[in-house]
């Protein structure tokens, strides 16, 4: 399986909103939420243990499927909870697992970005030497370029993970 761009884009979408959202900070107030709310909550969750689970297996396409929707969840609870999030201030230890949790996600991303360049250099030098007859050498480097987009996806769709793991930080105040 190759990283598509759509892909690929789509994760660092999400990764990127959840960090903005994450470093605008929110007060903890006691709040009650609805209960279509908290069934919100737990289905993202829910999704987001899912995704951890097929990333384990190597079930790349199944998790960034679950990273979506669990994803989708949480947009829709930060629609909703927008004036609670506002009011709400963050404990210092989830304040200091929001800063870990960033960092992997950032880091993971990096190494992502760097291994999809790697393997875009690796296919294009497959590709060369396909064209100059020396197609077992070619095969040889589009096979490693395969395998550099393969990690590369697997570290996008973990650093997606670690930025959903924020978001279940945040709205953890949902959960009963």
């Not at 970005?113 to 030098?125: F, G, H, P, R, Y």
Request: hydrophobic share 45%; net charge positive.
């Amino acid at each position: 399986m190759i990283v598509s761009r759509s892909n690929y884009g789509l994760c660092l979408l999400a990764l990127a909103l959840t960090l903005a959202l994450v470093g605008a900070g929110w007060a903890q107030t006691a709040t009650s939420a609805s209960p279509e709310q908290a069934n919100h909550y737990r289905q993202a969750v829910s999704l987001l243990e899912q995704a951890e689970a097929q990333l384990t297996a190597a079930n790349l396409s199944a998790a960034l499927s679950l990273v979506k929707q669990s994803n989708e969840k949480f947009t829709l609870l930060q629609k909703e909870c927008a004036a609670v999030l506002a009011e709400r201030q963050l404990s210092s230890q989830e304040a200091q697992q929001l800063a870990i949790n960033q960092k992997l996600a950032a880091d993971a991303q990096a190494q992502a970005d760097q291994l999809l360049s790697t393997a875009a250099a690796k296919k294009k030098e497959g590709q060369e030497l396909q064209a100059r007859g020396q197609a077992e050498a070619g095969d040889a480097a589009l096979r490693e370029a395969g395998k550099g987009y393969l990690q590369s996806q697997t570290l996008s769709i973990k650093s997606a993970i670690y930025a959903l793991r924020n978001q279940q930080i945040i709205f953890r105040f949902l959960a009963p």
